[in-house]
């Protein structure tokens, strides 16, 4: 059983378009993160939520992190080429020192 | 300037001819993992250290081990590589505690002939 669910698997837009991504689990977390990793590189952070209801901003992606601590959805305005990634959702829960849980993470793709 | 960094990039071996792969890390950081990736899926957590403390996943299999002679090295062993262990190996740093944030290596391919 996947303990964090992403949503969609798989995206294709065009440039300027919205999108929202979705990270689902029943479990709570005490943070939350998101990375976007480039084919042929590793994942890079993108931000941390911790606080339920939390609502962070970087540029044109918007973070959410749900009032329960078990969801959170990333929002991203206008979409370049750029952005095309795979953009994956990592939960950390207090009982597991050092450890965070990915799901099976978004594939976005932006045409010109 | 990197503060992780996995040698090589790309790794050819044959089927069942040992290999390691490395990485090191300049961030003092006290865990450090290794991840198997394949195409567009996300990454699959072998096991951690933190600190000296070493902590493998249930499913990893027996062929894949690990050694962490100090803080600021980690190497991956794959005792008998075959076919279904080619992917993409990623190392990861963490400073554990409240908000567990990893920063990655960019990885090295490894394909197996």
């Known amino acids: 059983t996947q303990l964090l669910e992403q949503s969609p698997q798989f995206l294709s837009i065009q440039e300027g378009e919205n999108l929202t991504v979705y990270c689902n689990s029943s479990?709570?977390?005490?943070?939350l993160q998101w990375y976007r990793q480039e084919p042929g590189e590793g994942p890079v952070l993108l931000v941390t939520?911790?606080?339920?209801?939390e609502v962070k901003k970087l540029k044109r992606l918007t973070f959410q992190f749900g009032d329960a601590r078990k969801d959170s959805s990333l929002h991203i305005t206008a979409a370049q080429p750029g952005d095309t990634g795979l953009y994956l959702c990592?939960?950390?829960?207090?009982?597991?020192?050092?450890?965070?849980?990915f799901g099976d993470g978004t594939t976005l793709t932006v045409k010109p | 300037d990197a503060m992780v960094i996995q040698n090589p990039r790309y790794q050819v071996t044959q089927f069942g001819k040992p290999v390691t792969l490395s990485c090191s890390q300049t961030?003092?950081?006290?865990?450090m993992y290794w991840y198997q990736q394949k195409s567009s899926q996300a990454p699959k957590l072998l096991f951690h250290?933190?600190?000296?403390?070493?902590?493998n996943e249930a499913d990893t299999p027996d062929n894949f081990q690990s050694r962490r002679p100090n803080t600021s090295f980690c190497f991956l062993d794959i005792r008998s590589p075959g076919l279904g262990d080619a992917a993409m190996y990623l190392c990861?740093?963490?400073?554990?505690?409240?908000?567990?944030?990893?920063?990655f290596g960019q990885g090295t391919r490894l394909t197996v002939v």
């Open positions: 990861a740093t963490s400073r554990a505690g409240f908000g567990t944030e990893a920063f």
């Open positions: 479990s709570v977390f005490s943070s």
């Open positions: 939520v911790v606080t339920g209801g």
């Open positions: 990592a939960g950390a829960m207090n009982t597991n020192a050092g450890k965070s849980t």
């Open positions: 961030l003092n950081h006290n865990v």
């Open positions: 250290y933190y600190d000296k403390d070493f902590n």
